[in-house]
């Protein structure tokens, strides 16, 4: 009795190893996954490399907008809170707030920041 006692877990041991070893592990079947999307190729012809390069270290991501509209879109931070705002902002509208941008800081850099009649 006490050697039946002994070799039950062996004997339980060998039945759950074979009872598993039946077991198949489940196939990976490319058919079964489904196929990544091929990527989106969005071509502007407004913009040189350097300066599709230059709005992509600004934060920019490019998204396709309607018809061959290409939009560049970043987070921004929301004045006055913690959230953020996707802004999405064509090629010409990010080129003319760069160059209002220049123009302002020029403008300070000659006053010295002081207010001038000629607005």
Not at 3 to 8: E, N, P, S, V
Not at 89 to 96: D, G, H, N, P, R
């Amino acid at each position: 009795m006490n050697l039946f006692i002994r070799m039950m877990p062996v004997v339980l041991a060998c039945a759950a190893a074979q009872a598993f070893a039946g077991d198949t592990p489940p196939s990976t079947n490319s058919a079964s996954t489904p196929a990544k999307p091929a990527p989106v190729v969005l071509e502007d012809k407004t913009l040189t490399q350097e300066q599709v390069n230059r709005m992509l270290s600004q934060g920019y991501k490019p998204k396709k907008g309607r018809g061959d509209t290409v939009l560049y879109c970043r987070d921004e931070a929301a004045m006055g809170t913690h959230f953020t705002r996707t802004i999405c902002l064509t090629a010409e509208q990010i080129k003319q707030r760069t160059a209002d941008s220049r123009e302002i800081t020029d403008k300070l850099e000659t006053n010295g920041g002081l207010k001038t009649n000629d607005h």
